[in-house]
């Protein structure tokens, strides 16, 4: 693993299905997001966390729930995934405390049917 | 809350011309960072520039350059000498200082589809 790491790259999901995105990193940031990205909308931010432990809601969370029980990982679920969820997804992570910038990962095209 | 708006979907050059993406944004805060992001076909995220509200010099990198426009709150990133590998999304994003409420996330505008014609 080498900066930050997603799973899977692409998935087709049928719709009522639960699904969980992993997202992992291994440069110890303290900060870590998940943003979708949609046509015509840029990136939004769905959840953040600031530190191991801490989680909290960003502009669109709805249908969407995220933990973060150690620094490295971040997964992000969607329960009952339903046909607007349909989207790329974008994990990224941040050492806060040296002020450099986020780090992306390649993203994740989920396709909900 | 900080928006974030590019008014132009596509935007098109001629190779080795000068092209310029608009980016306008809202906030009430006094000091932030403003950057551009270009994101290819491979869907990688990768940053282009960034400026600090703070100083006036606006920020260069190579090619990449932008006028930061403070009180009217506008960040424009210009290209010069473009090259075909400059095709891209290019997404213009803000982000509030460290320590701020807001986690220090990230807010994206809509994204502009840069082509660059041979």
């Known amino acids: 693993i080498a900066g930050i790491t997603q799973a899977p790259t692409s998935q087709i999901l049928a719709a009522g299905r639960r699904m969980t995105l992993r997202c992992t990193q291994d440069?110890?940031?303290?900060?870590m997001y998940w943003y979708r990205q949609d046509l015509g909308l840029g990136l939004r931010l769905i959840h953040y966390?600031?530190?191991?432990?801490?989680?909290g809601k960003g502009e669109v969370p709805d249908g969407y729930s995220v933990s973060r029980a150690n620094t490295d990982d971040f997964p992000l679920t969607l329960a009952s995934a339903v046909p607007s969820q349909t989207s790329v997804y974008f994990c990224?992570?941040?050492?806060?405390?040296?002020?450099?910038?986020?780090?992306f990962g390649q993203g994740t095209r989920l396709t909900v049917v | 809350a900080q928006t974030v708006t590019q008014s132009q979907p596509e935007m098109s050059v001629q190779e080795a011309e000068t092209v310029t993406l608009s980016c306008t944004y809202d906030t009430s805060e006094s000091d932030y960072y403003l950057f551009w992001y270009k994101q290819p076909p491979s869907r990688q995220m990768i940053l282009v520039i960034r400026?600090?509200?703070?100083?006036?010099q606006n920020a260069t990198e190579n090619r990449f350059s932008v006028n930061f426009q403070k009180a009217a709150k506008s960040f424009s990133l210009k290209i010069s000498d473009s090259q075909l590998g400059d095709a891209a999304m290019y997404f213009c994003?803000?982000?509030?200082?460290?320590?701020?409420?807001?986690?220090?996330?990230?807010?994206f505008g809509e994204g502009t589809q840069l082509t660059v014609n041979p």
């Open positions: 966390s600031n530190t191991a432990g801490t989680t």
């Open positions: 990224a992570s941040r050492d806060t405390s040296r002020g450099t910038e986020a780090f």
């Open positions: 400026q600090e509200a703070y100083k006036q």
């Open positions: 994003a803000y982000r509030n200082l460290l320590g701020s409420t807001s986690g220090s996330r990230l807010t």
């Open positions: 440069m110890r940031h303290n900060a």
